[in-house]
Nanobody
Framework: QVQLVESGGGLVQAGGSLRLSCAAS????????MGWYRQAPENKRELVAT???????TYADAVKGRFTISRDNAKNTVYLQMNSLKPEDTTVYYC?????????WGRGTQVTVSS
């Protein structure tokens, strides 16, 4: 059974940095695209950044220039380096991985940015 486990969330002051990690396990197949999404209460889950198995990246306009997504295929892990954090970045961040056309999600990690 595929599992995604996020880590690295926490509390940081505005202007600070955090690095999220998401490790995938339990798959006997290669992992396709991986990504990070975020969802505030009563809001739709929105894309933050994605990365293909080949390393092609996409970013939401709100995080371009501040966040960097990367992955280590040998470790089945995706990272999100978040710099220059703003209070509006506060929410739960979720990891997503696509394996053989199925999407898998982690349980989320809370990021809180204080002003």
């Amino acid at each position: 059974q595929v599992q995604l486990v996020e880590s690295g969330g926490g509390l940081v002051q505005a202007g600070g940095s955090l690095r999220l990690s998401c490790a995938a396990s339990g798959s006997g197949f290669g992992i396709g695209a991986m990504g990070w999404y975020r969802q505030a209460p009563e809001n739709k889950r929105e894309l933050v950044a994605t990365i293909t198995s080949g390393g092609t990246t996409t970013y939401a306009d709100a995080v371009k220039g501040r966040f960097t997504i990367s992955r280590d295929n040998a470790k089945n892990t995706v990272y999100l380096q978040m710099n220059s954090l703003k209070p509006e970045d506060t929410t739960v961040y979720y990891c997503r991985a696509t394996i053989r056309a199925w999407d898998y999600w982690g349980r989320g990690t809370q990021v809180t940015v204080s002003s």
